[in-house]
Structures are given as C-alpha cells and as structure tokens.
C-alpha cells in the first residue's frame, strides 16, 4: 500500500524558516509529479507548489520568490523550503503524489495525499 507521511510542520514567527518533508512508500513502481497543497480554517485549499519528474517547477504567485519546492527521487521524498513566512502562511499542509504502484498485483496510476502538517506563523 502506498504511503505519504508528510514532516518538519510547526510555530514559527514572521519572517522565519520551516522545511517541509514528504515521504512516498509502498509497492511504487516510479513517481510522476508532486507537489504541495494547504489549507487555512474556513478557505478552500489552494496550490502551493508542484514539480515534474523533470524538475520543472511551479508555485503560487502568493509564494513565489519565497518557497522553494525539490525531490530526491532515490527517496522517493519531495521537499518545500519555506521561508520569509508570513502570518497567512498559516495552513494545514498537505502533500500530493501522482504514482505508478502495484495494487491487487497490477499497475495503476493514481494520486496520493498524505495526512497534513500543520504550518503555524504568529508572533
């Protein structure tokens, strides 16, 4: 069974750093894109970053120049540098996985979440 187990979450004042970790387990055969998600009590989630196999990267304009998302395909983990944090960084944060995993004995794609971290800014 594949597996998304998402660290590094936690309080942090404005202006400071958190890096988030996303690990995929399982019976995976290779891993397509991944990204990051969050979502903030009473709004819709929203996008943050995603990245190809290729490396090709995209983020929200809300983070841009601030978050830097990576992967580390040997690890089957992909990561989101967070910082410059501000106190609307504040979210649940939640990370996406589209793989290829044996399931019942056969190849399937499908997308994954992990269970979230929670990201807290304030003073």
């Known amino acids: 069974q594949v597996q998304l187990v998402e660290s590094g979450g936690g309080l942090v004042q404005p202006g400071g750093s958190l890096r988030l970790s996303c690990a995929a387990s399982?019976?995976?055969?290779?891993?397509?894109?991944m990204g990051w998600y969050r979502q903030a009590p009473g709004k819709q989630r929203e996008l943050v970053a995603t990245?190809?196999?290729?490396?090709?990267?995209n983020y929200a304009d809300s983070v841009k120049g601030r978050f830097t998302i990576s992967r580390d395909n040997a690890k089957n983990t992909v990561y989101l540098q967070m910082n410059s944090l501000k106190p609307e960084d504040t979210a649940v944060y939640y990370c996406?996985?589209?793989?290829?995993?044996?399931?019942?004995?056969?190849?399937?794609?499908?997308?994954?979440w992990g269970q979230g971290t929670q990201v807290a800014v304030s003073s």
């Open positions: 996406n996985a589209n793989i290829r995993a044996v399931v019942a004995g056969r190849r399937f794609d499908d997308d994954y």
């Open positions: 399982g019976n995976i055969i290779s891993i397509n894109a």
């Open positions: 990245i190809t196999s290729g490396g090709t990267t």
